[in-house]
């Protein structure tokens, strides 16, 4: 901090310099991430709603009014009636929650007290973050030939310490959707918690049903689900930070709610106290603005790019990793190694993500990536091969 004010002029001209560095989404070459440029208007409300805090609601109960209506309108989206939840920075701070929720009620209700985790292989790593953070075990099913994880191996691996099952609508590389159906069942037939990371595929997998895409029941529908992830601020093209957990029963809510007497609320089950309500209010507007019509038009398009992107890959010769369900293409070269592959991208001027789970390269076809970049994408990797 210097000692005396410096102008507005200079303070925007440095932070102008300091956003130069930045890679623009509209630029198109943002190839391996799960977020994208917000709407125009969903940025509009967020700045109009700066200052509220949803830490403390009866402060600011319209605020709190968009959040309560986002999980309401989410929630029929993932066919439930009633469910109970709250807007958070993202799928990480939303799984971080089902598994205190999935802890404190294996806790409280079973009395275990060493608690295990079954997580896919190809989970995100927010749930070691949660186990980290609360001493649980983590016991990794393994996948199917297919990428998706192994019915049986949960089977094995279920224990007297299990107080949770999680599974993937959406996988963070590969954008696969696991056996969520028959999940739901063992979690029913073994009283285990079981939680759902749709933070990628809930916002894009309601939608691509209603444009007639088959896709299995991954929500709510199935009685053994006992929470969801979402992120709006992926395909719902809301401002970061917006995502979203989701619960069956407001006991799992309560059995994390901690007391807080000075707030005009005495209880608060979020991990953050302090949560700006600029992108509840954001998201509501956009989610109105758009509609389900809006959606599922987006949801179209994206799906209309990746298959086009992943003809041309094959068509040059590249390897495709497994068959699109969403909007994620992995691919590799016959010879050249997946990393060397993705310093030679680099070097012009494509940022791709490497995935691990199998090692690949990874494009996630976003709403800020045109026909027109992959066109162009496509000529370079012509060239390369």
Not at 92 to 119: D, F, L, S, V
Request: net charge negative.
């Amino acid at each position: 901090m210097e000692d005396k004010p410096i102008s507005k002029q200079e303070i925007l001209k440095e932070l102008d310099n300091l956003q130069s560095m930045d890679l623009k989404y509209s630029d198109g070459r943002i190839l391996g991430s799960m977020c994208t440029e917000a709407h125009p208007f969903a940025k509009e409300i967020y700045f109009k709603f700066l200052d509220s805090n949803l830490g403390d609601p009866g402060l600011f109960k319209g605020t709190k009014k968009t959040e309560d209506m986002v999980i309401e309108d989410i929630g029929r989206l993932l066919s439930a009636d009633k469910v109970f939840g709250n807007m958070v920075t993202g799928g990480t701070e939303a799984n971080i929650m089902a598994i205190r929720a999935a802890r404190n009620y294996a806790r409280k209700y079973k009395g275990i007290k060493n608690g295990e985790i079954i997580i896919p292989e190809s989970a995100h790593f927010s749930f070691k973050k949660a186990a980290d953070m609360m001493d649980l075990k983590i016991i990794e099913a393994e996948l199917n030939e297919d990428y998706k994880i192994n019915v049986e191996s949960i089977k094995y691996n279920i224990s007297d310490n299990t107080i949770a099952i999680v599974a993937i609508a959406g996988t963070t590389e590969l954008g696969l959707i696991d056996p969520i159906e028959e999940i739901s069942q063992i979690s029913l037939e073994n009283n285990i918690f079981f939680h759902v990371d749709a933070a990628f595929g809930g916002f894009s997998i309601p939608f691509l049903k209603n444009c007639g895409y088959d896709f299995p029941e991954f929500d709510f529908s199935l009685p053994g689900v006992c929470s969801i992830t979402v992120d709006p601020h992926k395909m719902g093209l809301a401002p970061i930070p917006a995502g979203c957990i989701l619960f069956r029963k407001k006991e799992y809510l309560d059995v994390m709610a901690i007391d807080s007497p000075y707030l005009t609320i005495k209880s608060q089950s979020t991990i953050v106290g302090t949560r700006l309500g600029a992108a509840s209010a954001a998201t509501y507007g956009i989610m109105k603005y758009l509609g389900k019509e809006g959606y599922t038009k987006l949801a179209k398009e994206l799906m209309y790019n990746t298959y086009f992107f992943k003809s041309g890959l094959e068509k040059i010769g590249y390897i495709v990793i497994a068959e699109p369900e969403l909007n994620i293409v992995a691919f590799n070269h016959p010879k050249i190694e997946t990393h060397e592959l993705a310093d030679i991208l680099k070097s012009y001027g494509w940022r791709v993500s490497v995935a691990s789970c199998p090692l690949s390269i990874r494009v996630v076809l976003m709403n800020h990536i045109k026909k027109k970049h992959l066109n162009e994408l496509l000529t370079d990797l012509k060239e390369i091969f």
